[in-house]
Each structure stands twice: as C-alpha cells, then as structure tokens.
C-alpha cells in the first residue's frame, strides 16, 4: 500500500512487510473444513509454520486460516455437557453472582447491563442438547463470553479453545488523542503520532475514522465491549497504545486491545482490518493468529482435537499439557527493568517497573513527586522490594522539598492485597482503613469454614506450631482470621459465616483484616503491614496533606488498586485525575475495573475443599466430596477464576458492593499526542490542573454534541512536537517501535489481582 507513509516512516514496514498472506491463501473459504486432505485449513497452518520441514519457518499464521482450522475442530458434546457441570460448583463463589442479574439502576444505565449467569449456563446446556454447537470452538467463544460480559475482571473462565490454540493480534496500534487537550480525542496509527512527534516527517497524519466501513467510535466501543474492566470508558482506553501497560513489558496489556493486547487476544479479529483516514487515504492491514501450540503432524481439526484437546473421559482423567509453550516462557523479568519507553530515569527503582518514584526535572515542578504505580506486585521475589521502594522514596521526596505527589496508578490491575494497605499507611500512618468484605454465604463455604474452624482450634496462635494447624489458622476459613467491623473478633465460625440476608442473597458477616495478625506475613508473601507487628513503630502525620496528592488513572485500577483508592478517596480525601476515555465531553470514572477485594482460582478452592475432606473423611459424602473432584474445568480451560469478596464502603448501609458503585473522578483530562510518547507531559498536565489552576478538565456538554473537525484536528497535530535532540528522537523511536512486538503473557499473579 504505497500511500500509507506512515508505516514505513515509523519502522512498521517489517511487520506489515512481512505480511503472511496473499488473499488467496487466506480465504477461509478457499479452505474446506475438516475434509481429511491436504487441503484442510489445519493442514495448511502446519505447511504455513513449517514448510517441509520440521523447523519453525513462521510463527503467525493468517487470521483467516488459523480460524477456518479452529473451527474445523468438531464438537464434543459429550464433554461439553461434563464441563458445564463441573464448573457450576464454582459459580457460587462468585461473590456477585446474584446481584449481577439485578445490579442497582445507576450501575445497568451508565456502566454495564445486568447478566443472568446462571441462566447462561441453562441456555448453553440446552444449546448443547440440541445439538446447535457448529464446532468446539463456538462452544467455546458463548461459554468465554457468558462469563466475560459480566465484566469483573476476577470472573473468568477461558476455556482451550479460546486461547490454547492461537492468540490473535492485528499489527497497527492505534492511539486516541484530543491534539490540544481540549477537542474531542480523535483516533490515530500510533506511528503517525510518534512520528509526527519526533521525525522530521513529510505528510501531515489523518485520522482514523471508518474502521472495516463502521464509524471509527462505534467499531472501537464494540470492540472495547470485550476487556475485563466494567467501565466503557476504561474499556475504551484499554484499546490503545499506552505508555503504562507498555512498561509493565509482557506482564502488561502490551500495545493495546486492538492489536490483540490483554483480553484482545481471545477475539478473532477477522482476516483483515480496513483503515480509512479522513484524508480518504484507505489502509489494510492482515491479522494473525499466534499458535500457542505446535502444528507438526497436524492435518484436520480431529488430528488437532486429538493431540490438544483434553476432553476427558472415565478412563483417563489426567490432563494433557494444553501448551507446550508454557515452560519456555520465563518467569524471571529481570528485577531491575530498563527504563520502559517514554519515562525518565527514575530517582528511586523498583523492581520490574512494577513501582518507581521520580521527579519533575523542568522548571515550575520542583516542588513535585511522582509515584508511579502501575501493579501491586505478586511475585514473592519482589514482595520485599516493591515495600522498600515506597519506604526509600517518600523521605526521599520529602528531603528533597516536595511537598506534592502524584499517584500514578494508570495499568493497575492489582497484586497483592496487603501491599495496597502498605502503601497506603505508609502515606498515612495514624489512618485505619477500613477494608470490610464479604462473601457469598453457601454450603461449600460454611462446611470448610466449620472445618478449618475445628482445626485451626487444636493448637495456640503463634504461627510457628505444628504444620496442620498452623494452616488452618492462616487461612481465612478460621474464624480467629479477621475482625468484625468494629474491629473485634469473632467468637465462632457460626458468627463469622452468618449468613446475612441483603438485597436478594445471602453473604458472611462483614469482616476487616487484623493486620496486627501474626499470620500478615503469610499473606503478604513476606512482609508487615506498616503501622503494625514489627512495623508498629511507624506512625505518625501524613506525609503529605491530602491535597497534595492527587491520584491519576487510565481506568484501568482494580482489585488491590481499588483498595489502596478507596482508603485515599473515602478515608483521606485524596482526589482523582481520570485519563482519556471515549470521544465526548462527559465525567468519566477513575476506577473502571474490578472493585472486588479477593480472587480465587477454581483450583485454590478445590484445593480448599479437598483439604476439608482430607481432615474430616466423613464429609467425602457431603457437597465437597461430590462437587470438588472433577478435573475436567482444568483440563478444559487455560484461565478460570471468581471474585470471591465484595469490598463495602465505609458506614455504607445499603449492602452493595463496591463492584456496584458508580462514581466520577473529580477531573477528567484527554490523552494529548505528547502523553503518548513521554509519560512527564501527561505528569505535569495532572500538577497544572491540580495545583497550579493552569489546565482545565474536561467539563461540559452531551455525548457527540460536539463535531469533530477532522481538518482542524491535523492542522493542530502537525504543529505539536516534543522538544528533542534528534540523536535522542532516534532512540526514543526505537524504543517504542521494540515495543510494538509486545505480547500479553499474564506471568504476574496475587491474591488481589485481575489478569491482564
Ligand atoms: C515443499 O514445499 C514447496 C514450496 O512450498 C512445495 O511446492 C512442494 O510441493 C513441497 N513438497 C512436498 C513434498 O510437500
Ligand atoms: C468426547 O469427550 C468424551 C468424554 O468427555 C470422551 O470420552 C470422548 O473420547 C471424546 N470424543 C472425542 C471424539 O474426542
Ligand atoms: C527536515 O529538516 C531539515 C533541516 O532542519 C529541513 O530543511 C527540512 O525542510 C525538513 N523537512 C521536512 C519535511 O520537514
Ligand atoms: C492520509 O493519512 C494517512 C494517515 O495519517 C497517511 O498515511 C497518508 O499518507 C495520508 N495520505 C495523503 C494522500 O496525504
Ligand atoms: C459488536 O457488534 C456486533 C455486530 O453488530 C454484535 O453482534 C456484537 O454483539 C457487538 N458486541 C458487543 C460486545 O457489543
Ligand atoms: C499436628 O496436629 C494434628 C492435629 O492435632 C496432629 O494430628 C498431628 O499429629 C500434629 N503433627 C505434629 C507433627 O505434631
Ligand atoms: C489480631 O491478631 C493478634 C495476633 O494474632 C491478636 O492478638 C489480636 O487479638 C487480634 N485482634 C482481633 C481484633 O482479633
Ligand atoms: C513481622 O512482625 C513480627 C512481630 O510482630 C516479627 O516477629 C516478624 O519477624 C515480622 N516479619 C517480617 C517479615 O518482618
Ligand atoms: C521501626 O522499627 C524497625 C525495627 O523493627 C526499625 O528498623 C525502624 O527504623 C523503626 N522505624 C521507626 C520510624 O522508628
Ligand atoms: C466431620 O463432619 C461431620 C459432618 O459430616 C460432623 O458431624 C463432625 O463433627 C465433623 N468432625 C469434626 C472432627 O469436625
Ligand atoms: C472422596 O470421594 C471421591 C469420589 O467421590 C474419591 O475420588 C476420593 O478419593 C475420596 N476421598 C477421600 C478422602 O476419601
Ligand atoms: C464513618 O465511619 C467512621 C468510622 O466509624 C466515623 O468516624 C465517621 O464519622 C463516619 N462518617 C460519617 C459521615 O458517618
């Protein structure tokens, strides 16, 4: 495509050059399904990676192709059947499973309509029954998507078909900016934006506004439709290239949904994607699908159900390995990453970019400190250092006169729970947070908990006794875990489990973490909280005034994110900066994932519940010796997990969950071009408009009401650049196009956490 400049003036030209495919290849339906020849779409992908020969000649194969071979792979109802059975055991402990199917007025109008889980799994067994599957991979996509569309980030089952045997990508990350800060944000090729930005480039660059012959919002919203977060602002943002999921590396939403970033790579982006800009200038581009899995040998989409596949049956129930990718993808990002692009060296380092303090170097900021915060950490190896990293910056910070911190917690999906209490004491020692939770209160939950209970009783609590109890006691199911509300213990398991009957179900009792328990360590994967244990020393003032710190997010915060802002909003009375969102001029929320407190994987509890029987054998004949046992929702499925507690709000009376509740950011700004590529513009446009009344938020009229002038904005855009070296714009380009080849891989983990 010899017009579209861009690509080959930003370093595109490789991936795009490249470009797998002539069309003929790619036509699905040039490929008949599953008809045992040559010809059969899967054998096709195997000749495409391997050639002849058995080495590895290419790994993308044409979108088109990898789905006519997914969807060659027949139904099997009979496992089908099997699965949806066993994963319903584990719907109970979705902390909203009631409530999602009735959430309050405001929550279904302005953020997500309510779903009917349980009514979904009803529907897809009949679909079963009536044999109205086309293939494994339908199956599939409506099981991913039942639990998707309820939009918690902690709830998800992704069963084999999904994501086990391609991940797709398209190759363009897109950008949406308003080119003053102040017009609406209009959609552009990120590349265009970096050039513009830093190249001494020929072409003014256009927007994008048809995508595949639909508006380019209306495409983009849809698309958005399928993350993890609830908040379709946040969703929205989650679609572009941004520098904080950037420098989380693989761990992160890599380049974006759109290009298959985070819950992008479970949706089949078609074979092509059709750009138009408002220059009329038309751009395709072809998409891919990344085998998870090796096609050697591979001829139909039985040879590929066969070998990949692990149906189950009541010979065998042992699990093949669904990939064999799995063991070469290290673990071990190095502790101290290199400066992710677009950010400045920072002043204190953590470990993995997962935290990092800096300061403004540029004249009007010396008073300001940026904590930039984008996980909470669940390796155990980083535990200890993400904690010192806060405990060396802030007096840091304040030895060298700032008296200002910006929170930058854009990409934080969460980590460990406690870490988010830490921090939070650490900026305000003599505060209490509050954190109460609940869960779903049902027989499962109340025969462990009796258990556990009975066990964690046999021996005194100090945390070093003998094995078997000393896992009772640390486990939540004891009821000598946790406090009431009112901060005292509970007196029995009866009085922890409830239950209490609010809003249509029923939950535990309220309950807070006791960070004073010398089980912390335990949970934190090694640390105290400070202000407690051996940490108990630390109190004191805030160390800056609630009005100097002020929180900046992309939406994206959830889980143990939701936490530390709720502590900082509610009980200290930080305020919000929310980034981006969609094209129009209404408040956005700051807080757009999952505001639950806890996750569970399906294993965790079935290692619960296989614990309980393995200590008291008589209870092999209640709900836990006939629902936990079958392996089939691992066999099945490469990701599967709940939300297992609520978080409530501090003297809340109405019994919802946090999950629930709607609530602005005290500010809203737009995505300028600069804040795309150096992550200090975006830093001083949050100080301006929040200390030094020089900027504006967004404020004002309706969705849409406003045009956009598709002219106005290029003009505006070719006149913006940062200020550089060109020596330094070359590496700074390079940078940011090594990124480009970024994948989400979800290595990070923690018990507050919502895989990317
Ligand atoms: C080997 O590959 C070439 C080129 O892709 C193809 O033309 C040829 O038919 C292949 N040979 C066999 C034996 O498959
Ligand atoms: C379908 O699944 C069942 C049970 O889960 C298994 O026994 C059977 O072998 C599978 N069929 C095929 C064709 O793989
Ligand atoms: C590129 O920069 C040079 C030197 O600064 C200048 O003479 C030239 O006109 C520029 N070209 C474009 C396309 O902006
Ligand atoms: C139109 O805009 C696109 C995207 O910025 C650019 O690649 C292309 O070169 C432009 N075409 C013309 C004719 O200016
Ligand atoms: C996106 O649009 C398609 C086609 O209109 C529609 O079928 C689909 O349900 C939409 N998806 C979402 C998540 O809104
Ligand atoms: C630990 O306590 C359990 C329960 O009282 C007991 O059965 C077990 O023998 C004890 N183990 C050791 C090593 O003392
Ligand atoms: C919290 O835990 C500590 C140590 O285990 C214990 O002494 C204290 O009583 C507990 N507090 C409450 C309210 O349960
Ligand atoms: C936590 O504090 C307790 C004292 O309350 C101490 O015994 C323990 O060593 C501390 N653990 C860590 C990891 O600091
Ligand atoms: C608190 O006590 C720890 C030792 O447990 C010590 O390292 C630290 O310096 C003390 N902090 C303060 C603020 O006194
Ligand atoms: C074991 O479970 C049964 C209920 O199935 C219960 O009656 C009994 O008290 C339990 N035993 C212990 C030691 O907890
Ligand atoms: C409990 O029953 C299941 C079958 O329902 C069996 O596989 C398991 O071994 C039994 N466990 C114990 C502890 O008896
Ligand atoms: C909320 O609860 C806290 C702690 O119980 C209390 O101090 C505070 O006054 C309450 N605030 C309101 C507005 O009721």
Redesign the pocket.
């Known amino acids: 495509m010899k017009?579209?400049?861009?690509?080959a003036l930003a370093g595109l030209t490789s991936l795009i050059g490249a470009s797998p495919v002539s069309p003929s290849q790619t036509s699905p339906l040039a490929a008949r399904q599953g008809d045992g020849t040559a010809s059969a779409p899967c054998a096709q992908v195997s000749e495409y990676m391997y050639g002849n020969g058995t080495a590895v000649v290419k790994t993308d194969v044409p979108a088109g192709l990898a789905m006519a071979c997914l969807g060659s792979v027949p139904f099997n109802a009979t496992s089908a059947k099997k699965l949806i059975a066993s994963i319903r055991p584990y719907m109970n402990w979705q902390s909203t499973l009631i409530a999602l199917k009735n959430p309050p007025a405001e929550y279904a109008q302005k953020v997500q309509p309510p779903i009917d889980i349980l009514g979904g799994l009803d529907m897809i067994d009949g679909y079963i029954d009536t044999n109205r599957f086309k293939n494994e991979y339908d199956f599939g996509w409506t099981l991913y998507t039942l639990i998707q569309s309820a939009h918690d980030g902690h709830f998800s089952y992704i069963p084999d078909s999904v994501s086990s045997i391609f991940q797709w990508g398209r190759t363009v990350p897109l950008v949406s900016v308003s080119v003053d800060g102040t017009q609406l944000p209009a959609v552009?090729?990120f590349a265009?934006v970096l050039g513009n930005q830093f190249k001494n480039i020929s072409?003014?660059?256009?927007p994008v506004v048809e995508i595949d012959g639909t508006d380019v919002f209306e495409y983009l919203e849809n698309l958005s439709q399928y993350g993890s977060l609830q908040d379709r602002d946040a969703l929205y943002n989650n679609v572009f290239y941004e520098l904080a999921q950037v420098s989380l590396g693989s761990s992160g939403g890599g380049t974006g949904m759109f290009t298959g970033g985070g819950r992008g790579r479970f949706v089949y982006p078609g074979d092509t994607t059709t750009l138009k800009?408002?220059?009329?200038?038309k751009?395709t581009m072809h998409n891919y699908g990344r085998p998870a899995i090796n096609f050697r040998g591979i001829a139909t989409g039985e040879d590929l159900a066969r070998k990949w596949f692990s149906f189950g049956s009541t010979a065998s129930e042992a699990a093949k390995p669904l990939n064999d990718k799995t063991e070469t993808i290290s673990t071990t990002a190095a502790a101290l990453a290199p400066a992710a692009p677009g950010y400045p060296s920072p002043v204190v380092q953590g470990p993995a970019n997962l935290i990092n303090g800096f300061f403004i170097d540029a004249p009007g900021y010396e008073d300001v400190a940026v904590l930039s915060v984008p996980n909470f950490v669940g390796a155990t190896q980083y535990e200890t250092m993400f904690q010192k990293t806060s405990q060396e910056f802030i007096p840091k910070a304040l030895a060298a006169g700032k008296t200002k911190l910006i929170l930058d917690l854009q990409a934080n999906g969460g980590g460990t729970i406690l870490q988010g209490y830490d921090l939070f004491k650490q900026l305000f020692p003599d505060m209490d947070p509050y954190g109460a939770n609940r869960f779903r209160a049902h027989e499962a939950i109340d025969v462990i908990g009796q258990t556990y209970s009975a066990i964690a009783s046999l021996g005194p609590r100090t945390g070093t006794g003998n094995v078997t109890i000393a896992s009772a006691q640390s486990s939540w199911f004891d009821y000598h875990n946790d406090m009431t509300v009112d901060g005292e213990p509970f007196s029995s398991w009866e009085e922890k489990y409830g239950p209490v009957e609010v809003n249509g179900d029923k939950y535990t009792t309220l309950n807070r973490w006791n960070l004073s328990d010398v089980y912390i360590p335990q949970a934190s994967g090694g640390i105290n909280v400070t202000g407690y244990n051996s940490l108990a020393n630390v109190t004191g003032p805030p160390k800056f005034k609630p009005e100097n710190i002020v929180i900046v997010t992309d939406g994206y915060c959830a889980s143990t994110c939701t936490i530390f802002t709720e502590f900082l909003t509610q009980q200290a009375g930080v305020k919000t900066i929310a980034m981006g969102g969609r094209s129009n001029k209404n408040p956005i929320q700051a807080i757009g994932g999952v505001k639950g407190v806890n996750n569970y994987g399906f294993s965790y509890i079935q290692q619960q519940a296989k614990q309980a029987v393995r200590w008291n054998r008589s209870l092999n004949s209640s709900i836990l010796g006939q629902d936990y046992y079958s392996d089939i929702p691992f066999m099945r499925g490469a990701s599967y997990g709940v939300n297992n507690r609520d978080g409530l709000r501090r003297n809340d009376t109405s019994g919802t969950a946090l999950q629930f509740v709607y609530e602005e950011a005290d500010c809203r700004l737009y995505y300028t071009p600069e804040m795309t590529v150096d992550i200090t513009t975006l830093w001083k446009a949050a100080a301006d408009v929040q200390w030094k009344k020089s900027g504006k938020c967004v404020k004002g009229s309706k969705y849409g009401s406003q045009k956009r002038n598709a002219h106005e904005v290029t003009k505006k855009l070719g006149r913006r650049r940062v200020f550089t070296t060109q020596a330094a714009a070359k590496k700074q380009v390079q940078a940011f196009e090594d990124s480009f080849s970024l994948e989400t891989e979800s290595k990070m983990e923690g018990d507050g956490f919502m895989q990317p």
């Open positions: 017009s579209f400049a861009l690509l552009f090729a265009d072409y003014t660059p256009s800009f408002a220059n009329g200038t751009f």
